[in-house]
């Protein structure tokens, strides 16, 4: 019988110590990532704080990047500076597209941003019963070789919940993409519908 508990014991211990493991690498890349995303909006961050003169072509650069769209718009949001931000990216899809791409790159899911991305279509569900309508944005995405996703295809990403009226830059609560969800096994509405009962409603 003493044998058995010592043998249980360490199995515990050693998930435990896994766990702790994971946890304390995690957190050791989620700030090698934030420190690497902040250095790609430092030149438009130091100009914004130091007060010097910006016009919509010095944001446009920043604008044009998936990685640096949404923490380029935060960045002028915070300094009362969003004119200067280009229209043509000032848009939800433009928007959800970049959310995609930075949720994408942590550790914990696909560890990158796409090579290839692409937006289908809008996904809008009555959450209520009562025509309070939400929306999701659904994107495909690929990656290329060496990553371990390159074989895959194009995979589903969905960003939202949305509503009628949201601006483009709002944060959306349930961005997801199943990596395993390419567009051969699932339609952008079932992807949407998954989102939406299985992360949008329990978040």
């Known amino acids: 019988m003493k044998i058995v508990f010592i043998i249980l014991g360490l199995i515990v211990l050693t998930i435990a110590i ?27 961050y130091d100009k914004l704080e130091n007060g010097k003169e910006l016009t919509e ?4 650069p920043f ?21 200067l931000f280009p229209k043509e990216y000032n848009t939800l899809i433009k928007g959800a597209e970049s959310n995609l791409a930075n949720w994408l790159e942590f550790p914990t899911e696909l560890d990158a941003c796409p ?12 959450f209520d019963g009562q025509n309070n309508l939400v929306h999701y944005e659904v994107f495909k995405y690929r ?12 995979i589903l990403g969905v960003v939202g919940p949305y509503f009628d009226d949201s601006k483009p830059y709002d944060f959306p609560q349930a961005t997801f993409s199943r ?4 567009v051969d096994k699932v339609t952008p509405d079932e992807e949407a519908k998954w989102v939406h009962e299985n992360i949008s409603i329990k978040n």
């Open 18 to 44: 896994f766990a702790i493991y994971r946890i304390l690498k995690v957190k050791r890349q989620n700030n090698k990532l934030n420190a690497k995303r902040f250095n790609r909006v430092k030149g438009l």
């Open 179 to 182: 990596v395993s969800s390419t």
């Open 57 to 60: 072509k010095d944001v446009l």
């Open 63 to 83: 604008a044009k990047s998936i990685l640096t769209r949404e923490t380029a718009f935060q960045l002028l949001t915070d300094h009362d500076k969003t004119t």
């Open 115 to 126: 090579d290839e991305i692409e937006y289908l279509k809008r996904v809008t569900f009555d």
């Open 143 to 154: 990656v290329n070789e060496p990553h371990w996703a390159a074989n895959d295809g194009w």
